[in-house]
């Protein structure tokens, strides 16, 4: 008994090994080989358009990782800025938006989501004036199409002419971005 016990300890093992073995070499050291003519993805979707899906969502962090890799793959383009910069405010990176957004208006002083966008930011930050100024860009080189820009700046005014001691009017500012979508951006936590 104890002779055929040494005989399966010593003989299972060794039959391993050779299966094993065997394998390595018929399939290589990372595995079984892909088959021949399998398709190759050439066609890879828009990192802009991935992100701008994933905002809708609400993926926000998920959509800046598109961004990048659009910026990665695009190059830096007003459009990526300002996508990067939306992705971020509703991160609530406020800071962080606030440069990506200036820099897209650096690249474009006309673009209507940077400049719209960029008064979001600054009215979350309480700067009323100044978003004052970014919403009626926004406006005006939109030629007053979009009513999110005409509630945003209407929201604007009405806070900027408020005392400091008055309470801010509560509303969501409504964020806009080139494309189908619209997102509303809600009380910041």
């Keep these: 008994m104890l002779r055929n016990l040494l005989f399966v300890l010593v003989l299972v093992p060794a039959m391993a090994a050779c299966t094993v073995s065997q394998q390595q070499t018929s399939w290589g050291m990372d595995g079984p ?3 021949a003519g ?5 066609d890879a979707v828009d990192g802009l358009e991935v992100g701008h899906r994933l905002m809708g ?18 190059g830096i383009s007003v459009d990526v800025l300002s996508a990067v910069g939306s992705a971020n405010l509703r991160l609530g990176r406020l800071g962080q938006s606030e440069q990506m957004l ?6 474009d002083e006309t673009f209507v989501p940077a400049l719209n966008n960029l008064g979001v930011v600054l009215a979350e930050q309480n700067r009323w004036a100044e978003a004052q100024h970014y919403f009626r860009n926004a406006f005006a080189f939109d030629s007053g199409r979009s009513d999110a820009i005409r509630e945003n700046l209407r929201l604007a005014i009405a806070n900027s ?12 500012f409504a964020l806009v ?13």
């Design 102 to 107: 200036r820099r897209a208006l650096e690249e």
């Design 177 to 189: 971005r080139r494309g189908t979508g619209q997102y509303r951006l809600l009380a910041t936590p």
């Design 161 to 172: 002419e408020r005392t400091s001691y008055a309470e801010p009017e509560a509303s969501a």
């Design 57 to 74: 969502a609400g993926e926000y962090e998920l959509a800046l990782r598109a961004y990048y890799r659009a910026a990665a793959e695009q």
């Design 33 to 35: 080989a892909a088959p």
């Design 38 to 42: 399998t398709a190759r993805v050439t």
